[in-house]
């Protein structure tokens, strides 16, 4: 790993899963957590993708993840990553630089530029609203290969997010599994990241529709379990996790 990436994981604080800040006084959560970007890392070396596309790029953390396991795996291979604001890209002058693209706007406006792309696997990390989550799907999973798979961030914490795992699951063109992850923002009682692995098991089944009952939702009621742990099936209780 590039030292610049181990100097900025270096400022992670285990005990909230945040990022200890240069000169600001409160850590920061933007980027996912090292043992979530680490898992990205891992996913990368598993599924072997040549394209890959993520949608909210931050400082580059999971960019740069996803990018040194492409470099790990050799030949040509590339992240496209998405995001509308300008940042200090981590990649930039390391040696994971050839295998990252970023595209400087809206996951919403990109797709045009990405028309006739195929990808085989999306990492999908930008705004959390479901609105936002349900265009980034609606745009970009037909562009992804049958048995690629789809990697998400927060989905146990933002419910606009969880909303949209939760139609996932009843869609029998995927697979879905949600695990949590370690952030806990300073409270232990608190709602923690997650993360959901999709697999895209069928190319053919029903098209993943906007469903109004969620618009504009965003991370719902905080001091209630996420949506996707709010059961589903008769009998489930809720889990914190
Ligand atoms: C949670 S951060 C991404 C963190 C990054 N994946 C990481 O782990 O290092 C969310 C990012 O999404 C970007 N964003 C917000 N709306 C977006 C949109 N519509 N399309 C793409 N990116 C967006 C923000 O500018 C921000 O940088």
New binding site residues.
Partial sequence: MPAKIMRFESRYNPETGGYRPRLRAQEDY???EVE??RLWYAMVLLLRPKFVL??????????CMIAAGLRDLGDDRLVTT????E?DHLWMGTRLAPYVRWIK????DAAEELAGSKFDLL?L????HYN?IIDELRLYEPMLRKGGCILL??TLFFDGVGAAVKQLQNNPKFEVVTLPSPRTHGDLRGRKPGVTIVRKIREKGPAIAFERQYDGLFVGNPHEPALLRRGGRPGDKPSAE
């Fill in positions: 933007g980027s996912v979530v970007g993520e949608t909210g790029t931050y400082f580059g953390y999971s960019t998405i995001d509308p604001e940042r706007a809206r996951s919403q990492v990390d930008s705004d959390h936002t961030h927060d």
